[in-house]
Nanobody
Framework: QVQLVESGGDSVQAGGSLRLSCAASVHTSSRYCMGWFRQAPGKEREGVALIYTSRSNSIYADSVKGRFTVSQDSAKNTLYLQMNSLKPEDTAMYYC????????????????????WGQGTQVTVSS
């Protein structure tokens, strides 16, 4: 059983920055994917950024490319999301997730592939 605890959400002005953290209770297998998803009111949960824990390769949603950076500190069992140049449309609850590799051994922006989730941290960006 993996427990994930997010922190770092806040209210900021457009153009500002935040860094989210996700602390895992145990070391995540190198065969696992870890990532950040977000959900705004009335919208479906969407993938933001993923990282392959074995190779530290990362994948980003088009809406955040060039602004967000996902990283991990394996020694601390912690996943990070550095968010720069924030926009009002980035306002959402942000969730950390972990799960086994999907079809063909890849990591995907499909919430159903992830079996461990944090409780979420709120990010609000005002114009």
């Amino acid at each position: 059983q993996v427990q994930l605890v997010e922190s770092g959400g806040d209210s900021v002005q457009a153009g500002g920055s935040l860094r989210l953290s996700c602390a895992a209770s145990v070391h995540t297998s190198s065969r696992y994917c870890m990532g950040w998803f977000r959900q705004a009111p009335g919208k479906e949960r969407e993938g933001v950024a993923l990282i392959y824990t074995s190779r530290s390769n990362s994948i980003y949603a088009d809406s955040v490319k060039g602004r967000f950076t996902v990283s991990q500190d394996s020694a601390k069992n912690t996943l990070y999301l550095q968010m720069n140049s924030l926009k009002p449309e980035d306002t959402a609850m942000y969730y950390c997730a972990s799960g086994p590799r999907g079809p063909s051994g890849g990591c995907y922006f499909r919430p159903s592939y992830y079996n461990y989730w944090g409780q979420g941290t709120q990010v609000t960006v005002s114009s």
